[in-house]
């Protein structure tokens, strides 16, 4: 009878974790019928097909292409268009381009603030094919509006559309249009649409200046039917370098918006392998969703003032979607919950349910949990690392394999839960183990309370549990019937923290494995009066099993195929003032591509001059010295270099003498420019700009740049110690370097400056 009310607990279990996940995203349901006036997801993704053939960044062949196939679509629906050419400059980046954003405009009857649907056209250079990143953005707004304008209805705002260009380059379209572009005091709200993998669940988060209550009421009036979105989420995004178009409008516009961005498959992002094939059908459905109900919505909805002065907790919950309330509401919930933890306390001794002896002898299992888990967690990472280098090669550090090592790894705690509490515990009554982990909740809500209230819903839990520990202490039930009951009550927990275990190492890679197993180890604790077993323990064999059989599998899915293809990266590197020149890797570990090179000796470590700007800051692993081919570099021309007073004024003309994709101008030394233009465009609205060494500008060249134009003034003793390195993408069609292909089970390196040339010079000055 015990082991049956075990295996309904564990029924239940299953059943919360599915309905979890279930809830976060539509499933594709290819038997409903729908009409001209509902999102097509075959006509999207016939757009996609067409926009996501080949590579499209900036500067590429195909970036036009992509550029009018999107203009043409825009005007068969009867927009007018508009391209909007414009020099940008990123201001923490340091990152520039000449960028060209698809605008167009949709009249409303009686336009307050217009109501702006935002993504970008461009693709990450060199090798990704766009097809999430951003042209699942491309194509919802596509399809959207097209389905939008048939149902023929009136609405009141004015809808604003712009397909950003140069989003990867450094938000540079965005930041064109919000510099310069008439149109931006007009925008109330911004709706961006986003991608950093393809698949998983599209989180809404939100951006403002401001306090959230409005936007999150106005977000639950558009009613999403698929609402993923927490607190907990925003408050992380907040803190990461993960900057999106729309934070251009946040920061210099003080314009509201929502970003509808999924991260689920993060080892396609920005790879050859972000196809066509491979977004997920039901993420582009999800998008579809958040696009339909909140264009409906917003197209009408007074949008003109969105701030508010009070912030919210919010998190998916069964049956209402989400749960939200004001973070006044964070400490009273956790001072309640205190004050009935300890009045729960006092009769479950005065009535003998618990004893204190027992209480602190349950500390030792769940402290000896939280430590072990969480270490066993972070070190065995460590060591994958080292018996799998090729691990190292992906740089999102989300491997092909990442979904089975959670699994694996949330197997392997549940089994090191169940050890540690049958060899330390196994006598104890599970009221009193109950005890230490709530008491630990507590005290962890009540730093929430003054640090992150954004994770306020942590107190659902501590909830949850004083309701089974009243159970406990104040019904006299049987053990199997208080167990059903138990993990009945635990539905919200598991509910709210199931997808958290998945998303730590899925948002942030699995080196955050960790947090997981330490949420696992407050989980597993809160539920104790469901899982504590005093004789039987197959619960512990079997968890034990199954962390062997998906370590099994994630090991024989650790190699790389056509399907999970292998990164890798050669660069060139010429040093055109002492004439030598080096191969670069970024790898790791080496393959038929990376050895055509790296055999013989070579060195570890990175080439003077090429300390290339990447995303992950990752520096050439090797180098080996090649023979000096003598590329040529750009002419510079001196168009002015004059002192006035106590300053010196020069302006530089750059005129590439080959295909260049991107200049970055380094400084030696300490730099401090006045009215530094690029283009004619003022950097840093005309203020100075100073910076103590590293790069201070990476253009990038689109189709129509021929040449460059730099001009500045600097103090007479400014010493000038200036380098240029010009990149193109172009080592593997190079004929003078005649290197043989990848094969189809590698890809370009995502991140670094890949399969390209980089001429190295100083700058005469
Ligand atoms: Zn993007």
């Known amino acids: 009878m015990k082991r049956f009310s075990t295996i309904v607990s564990i029924l239940i279990i299953l059943g919360v974790i599915y309905w979890s996940f279930a809830d976060l995203k539509p499933t594709l349901n290819s038997s409903k019928s729908i009409t001209e006036t509902d999102f097509s997801i075959d006509n999207a993704l016939k757009h996609l097909k067409n926009i ?17 196939y999107i203009v043409s679509e825009l005007q068969k629906m009867g927009f007018e268009t508009e391209i909007q050419t414009q020099t940008a400059i990123n201001k923490k980046w340091f990152a520039a381009t000449t960028a060209e954003n698809i605008i167009a405009k949709l009249k409303g009857t009686d336009p307050g603030k217009a109501l702006m649907l935002l993504t970008h056209y461009d693709s990450n250079p060199h090798s990704s094919l766009g097809a999430s990143d951003a042209g699942s953005g491309v194509i919802t707004i596509l399809e959207g509006l ?10 009141k705002n004015d809808i604003v559309v712009l397909i950003s260009d140069a989003e990867e380059l450094g938000l540079l379209g965005a930041q064109a249009f919000v510099d310069t572009h008439s149109w931006t005091k007009d925008i109330g709200l911004v709706l961006n649409f986003e991608a950093r993998g393809s698949g998983g669940p599209s989180y809404m988060l939100m951006e403002t200046n401001g306090k959230n209550s409005k936007l999150l009421s106005e977000f639950l009036a558009t009613k999403p039917n698929f609402p993923a979105a927490n607190s907990l989420m925003y408050a992380i995004y907040k803190k990461l370098p993960n900057d999106t178009d729309l934070t251009v409008f946040r920061e210099d516009a003080n314009i509201n918006g929502f970003n509808f961005a999924f991260i689920g498959d993060h080892f396609d992002y920005h790879t050859a392998q972000d196809s066509y094939e491979r977004l997920d059908r039901e ?36 049956f209402i979607k989400l749960i939200t309330y004001p973070f006044s509401w964070v400490f009273p919930m956790v001072l309640l919950c205190g004050i009935l933890f300890l009045v729960l306390l006092f009769f479950g001794i005065s009535l003998n349910k618990i004893d204190v002896k027992g209480i602190l002898k349950g500390f030792i299992p769940f402290l000896i949990s939280l430590i072990l888990c969480g270490g066993v967690s972070f070190g065995l990472w460590k060591f994958l690392l080292i018996i799998h280098p090729q691990y190292n090669d992906i740089l999102q550090g989300f491997t092909y394999n990442g979904y089975e090592y959670i699994v694996a790894f949330v197997f392997l705690n549940l089994w090191m839960l169940f050890t540690i509490y049958k060899r330390t515990a196994k006598e104890e009554k599970p009221t009193n183990l109950l005890i230490a982990p709530i008491f630990f909740w507590l005290i962890l809500n009540f730093i929430i309370s003054a640090y992150l209230k954004g994770s306020g819903f942590f107190i659902i839990p ?26 009945l009550l635990s539905i919200p927990t598991l509910y709210i923290f199931a997808p ?23 989980l597993f604790g809160l539920m104790l009066l469901s899982f504590h077993q005093k004789k039987s323990f197959w619960t512990q064999k079997w968890t034990g099993f199954l962390a062997l059989v998906f370590f099994g599998i994630a090991t024989y899915n650790s190699g790389f195929s056509i399907d999970n293809k292998k990164p890798n990266s050669l660069v060139y590197v010429q040093n055109s003032d002492n004439e030598t020149a080096y191969f670069g890797t970024y790898n790791t570990t080496f393959d038929r591509y990376t050895k055509q090179i790296f055999k013989g000796d070579f060195t570890k470590g990175e080439i003077e001059n090429a300390e290339t700007k990447s995303k992950y800051n990752t520096r050439f692993k090797y180098a080996k010295k090649t023979n000096y081919k003598a590329i040529p570099s750009s002419k510079i021309t001196t168009e002015l270099d ?14 590439p003498q080959r295909k260049i994709n991107k200049l970055e101008f380094l400084t030696k030394n300490k730099l401090l420019l006045y009215q530094f233009k690029v283009n004619d465009v003022l950097v840093n609205n005309g203020k100075k700009y100073s910076l103590k ?8 060249l689109g189709n129509n740049d021929t040449e460059l134009t730099l001009s500045f003034s600097v103090d007479l003793d400014q010493k000038l110690a200036l380098i240029l390195n010009e990149v193109s993408y172009d080592l593997l069609s190079n004929k003078r370097f005649n290197l043989k292909p990848r094969t189809k089970d590698m890809m370009p390196m995502p991140f670094v400056t890949n399969d390209a040339i980089i001429i190295s010079k100083k700058l005469d000055l």
Do not use: W
Request: hydrophobic content about 45%; aromatic content about 12%.
């Open 52 to 68: 996501s053939k080949e590579a499209h960044y900036v500067g590429s062949k195909e970036h036009k292409k992509v550029q009018n």
């Open 146 to 155: 097209r389905a939008f304008i048939a149902k023929d209805e009136p609405h």
């Open 283 to 318: 993420t582009l459905l999800h998008q579809a969703d958040y696009f339909t109900t909140s264009l409906n919505y917003f197209s009408n909805s007074d949008i003109t003032d969105l701030n508010s002065d009070e912030d919210f907790v919010y998190v998916n919950f069964p």
């Open 462 to 487: 501590v909830i949850c549990a004083l309701f089974s520990l009243a159970i406990a202490v104040l019904l006299n039930l049987k053990d199997k019937s208080k167990r059903i009951l138990c993990t």
């Open 500 to 522: 958290l275990v998945k998303m730590f190492p899925v948002g942030l890679g699995l080196k955050t494995l960790f947090i997981s197993a330490v949420f696992i180890v407050l």
């Open 642 to 655: 004059t002192v006035i007073g106590e300053k010196r004024f020069l302006e530089l003309t750059i005129t």
């Open 693 to 700: 060494n590293g790069t201070f500008l990476v253009y990038h």
